[in-house]
């Protein structure tokens, strides 16, 4: 990066498996959710909810435990 944009710039490793969008009708369940799951939440670019799942396991006990959600591998524009 420092050679090519003249930016300097810091890699730090993380534990993701896969990320997907989180959507949810019901405000309450989201915010709910936002709360526990917070350390593996992020905003894409676009400022959609999205969960880091560090586990495939991980992400089939969150599907199981949150029914209300959809964790989507696809966003539409």
Do not use: Q
């Not at 593996?40 to 560090?54: E, Q, R």
């Amino acid at each position: 990066m420092k050679d090519e944009y003249k930016v300097e710039a810091l890699y730090e490793p993380i534990n993701v498996y896969t990320a997907r969008w989180v959507i949810c009708d019901d405000p309450r369940k989201l915010e709910e959710f936002r709360k526990k799951a917070a350390e593996h939440l992020s905003v894409d670019g676009g400022g959609h909810l999205t969960y880091l799942a560090p586990t495939r396991v991980n992400l089939a006990l969150m599907e199981e435990r949150w029914p209300e959600l959809e964790f989507r591998a696809t966003r539409e524009h």
